[in-house]
């Protein structure tokens, strides 16, 4: 399973299972730090080769309860993990554009990201929920599936040539028609 982090800019809310491409506009690297995050934009074409995933869920870190250690200075409690682990973990944590305590996480759904929030990519593996639109051809498992022009939407290949780039991954569930969910063997 391959995961990758992104910044939701596209100036509406993602939700669990849509299909999103590269953004044109993109942060300069070397101002993020060690680890890139992608731009995305809902998929609004057919065939599109920026195709880069489906979201699957809200990145989000931890903070403490009031009482507990404070999220930022103070010394570092061990956590059995390496320092570089923990540095890591520091850098990715400064990308996230909000922390949560226990209870909130609770509460929290984790299947929608909101403008400005970072979420993860399913970019190689089983994905569970994949938005499709059958309405244009029929899916059955096995197919292989591209961006569709339903905005945040794949759809069957129906034409192999035309997709060279552009293929998202195999279906592994079927719908006859209409738009609607289906789990998806992700194969960028």
Same mark, same amino acid.
């Given at each position: 399973m391959s995961l990758v982090q992104f910044v939701n800019k596209v100036g509406e809310e993602?939700?669990?299972? &849509?299909?999103?491409?590269? *953004?044109? !506009?993109? +942060? $300069?690297?070397q101002e993020q730090g060690n680890i +890139? @995050?992608?731009?995305? &934009?809902? @998929?609004?074409?057919? %065939?599109d080769t920026g195709v880069c995933g489906v979201v699957q869920n809200l990145y989000v870190g931890h903070k %403490? #309860?009031? /009482? $507990?250690? +404070?999220?930022?200075? /103070? #010394?570092?409690k061990k956590s059995g993990r390496s320092k570089r682990e923990r540095a890591s973990?520091?850098?990715?944590s400064t990308h996230?554009?909000?922390a949560f305590t226990m209870s909130e996480l609770e509460t929290l759904d984790q299947t929608r990201i909101a403008v400005g929030q970072i979420g993860y990519l399913?970019?190689?593996?089983?994905? !569970?929920?994949?938005?499709? &639109? *059958?309405d244009i051809a029929p899916i059955k498992a096995g197919d292989l599936l591209t961006t569709s022009p339903t905005k945040g939407h794949a759809q069957k290949v129906?034409?192999?040539?035309? @997709?060279? /780039?552009?293929?998202?991954?195999?279906?592994?569930?079927?719908l006859k028609k209409g738009k609607g969910t289906i +789990?998806?063997?992700?194969?960028?």
């Amino acid at each position: 399973m391959s995961l990758v982090q992104f910044v939701n800019k596209v100036g509406e809310e993602l939700e669990q299972g &849509d299909v999103v491409v590269i *953004a044109s !506009r993109q +942060p $300069d690297i070397q101002e993020q730090g060690n680890i +890139p @995050t992608i731009e995305v &934009d809902l @998929t609004q074409r057919v %065939h599109d080769t920026g195709v880069c995933g489906v979201v699957q869920n809200l990145y989000v870190g931890h903070k %403490h #309860e009031s /009482g $507990d250690e +404070p999220q930022g200075g /103070g #010394e570092e409690k061990k956590s059995g993990r390496s320092k570089r682990e923990r540095a890591s973990a520091k850098t990715v944590s400064t990308h996230a554009s909000q922390a949560f305590t226990m209870s909130e996480l609770e509460t929290l759904d984790q299947t929608r990201i909101a403008v400005g929030q970072i979420g993860y990519l399913m970019t190689g593996g089983l994905c !569970r929920v994949c938005k499709v &639109d *059958a309405d244009i051809a029929p899916i059955k498992a096995g197919d292989l599936l591209t961006t569709s022009p339903t905005k945040g939407h794949a759809q069957k290949v129906t034409n192999a040539a035309e @997709t060279v /780039g552009a293929v998202l991954g195999k279906a592994l569930g079927s719908l006859k028609k209409g738009k609607g969910t289906i +789990p998806v063997l992700v194969t960028l």
